[in-house]
Each structure stands twice: as structure tokens, then as C-alpha cells.
């Protein structure tokens, strides 16, 4: 029992590592422990059949003999036995689990042995099933072997000998044997189970190992890091070995890929930018000079300063947010006190909008590390996506507060709202919302990615949360700091 329940504490601790279903770990352990259970189930049922086959054989084969001897001896006698001879000699032959009787041709009363109790109460019922084979027979809960002979003397039918054998304890002796033999095969295969879920466990370790590689090659801001792992490829099977070269190989091309994109945008970029500001700043000059422009051709330079204007900021977000994932954007940390920051970022961006914003101020300054103009730039991006989405009889609402030893500003609208599966995905570069729920749409989805990279170089953390139909709140959290004094 101890061995039963220290293999079942083993199973339980492998369900608690957390496998999956669908594992390969749990389908391989199934798959053989039936295969054992299978295998070792069909070795006892043979030997259980076997070992019944065994003891019904030998007390038949003792049967025939007795028939034999009992017959030979009657058939011998000379003169012939008397009924007390013919009872004696029965007597001697039977024993407490051995019963046997003669029934004479010219009588209808059997000559038998010594009674049987409870299993010979009613022996016409097995005499009446006896046949010239021994068989067995099941009667009152009792086993019992049975057989009858023709008995004969020169060729003259003196009568039948009947023969009946107990082997009621001989089949429970065998039972208790079976049964202990089931219980031996359940410890077996419980034991075999654990063993085979630990091997198998083991030698799955270096592919799990790779699949956490794999997994980790892409951090959570799509950036490729250097393939690096502590796995030796010559530990592993010759498999796992083109796995792991094809997983570094991919990491490598990737990486190679990743920096070539970045050296592109970064080129592109500020090749760009560079040629717009020149057409800027000349679009400008002819709106200054432009004294004797018709109405309609002021109207063309607008619209071209304007989408020129609104290029160059993309690209200097392009180029902000490439700078920002490979770390050569500088910040300047230094300590900032956030309701000062919000109410100058909120006056300013009022004066954009027809959108009341309400400020909900904290019980007490927040003063935080950071850069005064980055994390400025940080809430006019959110302000502006909570303005694309808002009407102006749907205020957006700006909260401070602190919880724990972090600042907390919350950003709220009263918009479409963003659909949980698309949430996690809204600080992604160049994603957007589905642009069907919403009223009014702008961008090219780099606000929030710039957002995200801001908040995380100054230690902080972002997040959003979102109904649809309700609106949604995007959180930045913050790391407290203690003022200077000054």
C-alpha cells in the first residue's frame, strides 16, 4: 500500500507541473502506459486461465483414475462384492471432499460414501448433470467435479459408479491468488506509469528547453535579442540537434533582417524628413508672400503645408520610435511633479479641441523621474486618441492618484471602446482599431507604440482597458520619487 500510494503522490506531483492535454508529454505517457497496461493485463488473464485450466485438469485426471481403480476392483471381485463389501470399499475410496456411490442394475437405491453435508444434500441434482467426462459444476455456491462409469463384469452392465469432488476451496485458494496477483499488476503498472511519465518528462526536457528559445527570441516590444542559451548541442539527440542549428540560424537572419529594417527606416526617414522640411518651409514662404493668390490656390498651399506638415511628424515618430527600440534615444530624467506637467499639457491641448477635459487632481503632489517633454508628449498622445474617438458632448476625464509606491495617470473616454482580443494588440507599431465602430479615425497606429516605449524608458508601465460601447482608459504607472530639496 505504501508503494501504491507513493506512486500515486508521483502521478499527482507530474498533474501538477501543469500539463496540457494536448501535450506530447501526456499523449507518449498514455499511449505507453496503455500499451503497458495492455500487455501486462493480457499476461495475468492468460495466467489466470492457465492456472484454473491446471487445478480443474489434475482433480479430473485424479477422478478418471479413481473411476478406474474403483471399477477394476469391482469388476475383479470374485465372488462378486455384497452391498456392505460394495459400501466398505466406497468408504475407502472416498474422503471428506470425495464422494462416491454405485447404483446396482437391479436396485434403485445408491450405495454411496460417507455424505458431503450441504454440498451433497440434493445429490440427484449432480448426478443428473454427471456425464461420462469429469466436469465441473456449480451447485449450492459450491464447485464440484463430477463424472459417471458404466461398470461391467464379462461383459454384463452391473450399474453406474458416480463420483463427486469438492474443489470449492481449491478454486478459493486459486481466487485469493488471482486477486492478489490483479492488485501486484495494478502497483506494476502504477509504478511503470510514474517511471515512463518521468522518462519521458526527462527526455522532453531539451525540447521544452527549446521551445522556451524559441519563444523568448522575440521580446515583448517585437525586438529580436542574440540567440543565446546555455543548451550544449552535444547532449542532445541528432533530432533536437537540426533544431536547435535551424532555431539559431532563423535567429540570426532575423536579427540581420530587424537591424536592416531599422538602418532603412532610420535612412529613409531622415533623407525624407530633410526634403520636407525644405518643401515646408518653402510652402510657408509662398503663403507669406502669397499676397496675390486667388482663394482656391491659398486653399492648395494650405492643404499642402498641412499634409506636409502632418508627414514630417510621422517620420519624426518613425525615426523616434526606431531610436527608442534600439536605445539611442537620450532622455532627460529629472524629478517631475505630474499635476504641474498635466495641467500645462491639458491647457495646451485644450485650446485644440472642442472636447471638455476634466483633470481630477491627487490628494497630494506626485513627484516622478522622468523626461519633462517626452512624458508631455506621452499625454498629448493619449489625449489625442481619446479626442479621434470622442464627441463634444463626451468629455474625456484625466486622473491622478497614487497607489502604492506608484504615480497613476488615467486617461478616459467615452468612445467605441476597443474589443478585448484587440486590446492587447493596440500598442503594437502601425496596428489599429477596427475603424468600423468608431466615428471618426487618423493616424497610422504609431501614437501608442511611441507611448509604450516612452513610458517604459522611464521605468514605467501602460496599459488599457477597454468596453465596447463604454469607452476606454489607458493607465500609465510610475515609479514615486522624493522631491530635491531646494
Known sequence: MKLIGSTLNKLHGLRQTGIQQTSLQLR??????????????????????????????????????????????????????????????????????FWIAVRPADQATLIESGALGEVSAE???????????????????????????????????????????????????????????????????????????????RSLRPLRQISQLAATQVTGDGTLPPLQSDLKPEQLPSELQEVTQAIGTLSTRLLEADERQREFTNSMSHELRTSLCLIYGYLQAMMRRGSNLTDSQREALEVATSETERTIQLLKDLLDLARLNSGTLELALQPVELHDLVATAVAQFQSLTTIPINVIPAASPLWVEADAAQLTRVLTHLLQNAARVSSPDQPIIVQLSQSSDEALLQISDQGCGIAPVEQERVFEPFYRVDASRCRSTGGVGLGLAIVKSLVEAMAGRVAVQSQIGVGSTFRVQLPLRQPQPS
Open 28 to 97: 507518449l505517457t498514455l499511449g505507453l502506459t496503455t500499451l503497458s497496461l495492455l500487455g501486462i493485463g493480457s499476461i495475468g488473464t492468460w495466467t489466470t486461465w492457465e492456472m484454473r485450466q491446471m487445478l480443474v485438469e489434475n482433480h479430473k485426471q485424479h477422478m478418471r483414475l479413481v473411476a478406474q481403480r474403483v471399477s477394476q476392483q469391482i469388476a475383479i471381485a470374485d465372488p462378486p462384492l455384497t452391498d456392505l463389501q460394495l459400501q466398505a470399499l466406497l468408504n475407502d475410496w472416498s474422503s471428506s471432499n
Open 123 to 201: 445429490p440427484g441434482r449432480a448426478l443428473a448433470d454427471a456425464s461420462i467426462k469429469p466436469e465441473v459444476h456449480r451447485l449450492n455456491g459450491y464447485r464440484l467435479v463430477t463424472c459417471r462409469m458404466a461398470l461391467s463384469r464379462n461383459g454384463r452392465l452391473m450399474g453406474q459408479l458416480y463420483l463427486m469432488q469438492n474443489i470449492t476451496h481449491d478454486y478459493q485458494v486459486l481466487t485469493t491468488l488471482v486477486n492478489t496477483l490483479r492488485l501486484a499488476t495494478l502497483m506494476a503498472v502504477l509504478l511503470i506509469a510514474a517511471l515512463i511519465a518521468m522518462f519521458i518528462r
